[in-house]
């Protein structure tokens, strides 16, 4: 919704008009969320549905996680904690970056948040002002832009594609700094919707741009854990001052638990602080809890990435079959971002249509990009692999249909 008179404009009786909502409540919607409110609706009519479009595993939390949480549910009041979060959990927190990238982190700056999406908020309420722009790559998560709008803050947008590899140029910040004024710079790797990860290089050449530059870096690593060629590199490991947001969500199968962290520069940890007491109080206690079970489970998510692997490589031999031949790099994340344009101008109706008619719910590109989205679809495969080999087979079956017809 983004136009004023797509509003209701009720009135009393008397004639008077009613308050409206907000000026900054006229965000865009989240199309994903849209597109599985559509899926459900048709799985509740009858439909079997396979559901591509969410990005989120089609696994629990790992078991060690869930008997953390039942045994604090017996046994504590789970009351408000820190708004920090819990020491132990971000001490486990600091140690994964010693044990996945060798880079020193303090327990004194993890901050536990309420899923990557408070992160973002309070990282964007931390460091930037009303009227800031913050320069983000396109396609990218659609969030980022609708949370800045909302906070009276703007997106300074850099086009990514195979020119550039998918990731912002030192180029492009200089340009954003240049054009609108942009006070820092938000990276993403592996990315949504692209899963395409950043080099080593480009991430220390974006580094030294922002602080030659003196902007922000922000890097989102939600998807560290799920790559299959290379590991994934942390920004901290290029600049200690950069705002690092992470979360439990995807690696580690937590979605709906809605628990996440972000690690800030020291001079950053009691803004942060004070932005979280009055935003969130704590994230959610029973959630910590079971965040910190879940490094225990290690083996067993492990064993879900093995699973995205295989399902990754059957799409990339399977889709092609069906018309879908042009992918991004899919480097990590659980996303296949395809380009449809020789099949559509239109994802969004494209995307209604494979729906109604096939049963797989894919997310259109519109909700990545708004120039250039009408010509790709984003795939998530982070299903079962019986349910994405079925999904291959629809939509072969699907585009032997449309070429006859």
Known sequence: MTKHEDLDAAAEPDGAAMPEASLRSRIESFIVMDVMR?????????????????????????EAARKA?????????????????????????????????????????????????????????AVFDVGDALALPSPGYPCYRQILKAL???????????????MPTAAGVREAVLRDGAKGLLIASPANPTGVMITPDRLAELAGECRAQGVWLISDEIYHGLTYERPAVTALAHSDDAIVINSFSKYFSMTGWRIGWMV??????????????????????????????????????????????????LLLEELPKAGFTHFAPADGAFYLYCDVGDMTNDSLAFAKAMLSETGVAATPGIDFDAERGNRYLRFCYAGRTEDMREAARRLKAWSETRRQG
């Open 38 to 62: 559509a899926a459900w609706a048709q799985e509740a009519a009858g439909g079997d549905v396979i559901h591509m479009e969410v990005g989120q595993p089609s696994t629990s939390a790992p």
């Open 69 to 125: 949480a039942a045994r604090a549910l017996e046994t504590e009041t789970l009351g408000y904690t820190m708004a920090l979060g819990i020491e132990p959990l971000r001490r486990r927190i600091a140690g994964l970056y010693r044990d996945w990238y060798g880079v020193d982190v303090a327990p004194e700056r993890v901050v536990v948040t309420t899923g990557s999406s408070s992160a973002f908020l309070l990282s964007f309420l």
């Open 152 to 166: 009276g803050q703007r997106a300074s947008l850099i086009e990514t594609g195979p020119g550039n590899g998918w």
């Open 264 to 313: 800030v520069p020291e001079r950053l940890i009691r803004t942060v602080e004070r932005l979280a007491q009055n935003f969130f109080i704590s994230a959610p206690s029973i959630a910590q809890v079971a965040a910190l079970g879940a490094f225990d489970g290690i083996d067993e998510l492990d064993a879900n990435r093995s699973v995205y692997a295989d399902n990754r490589a």
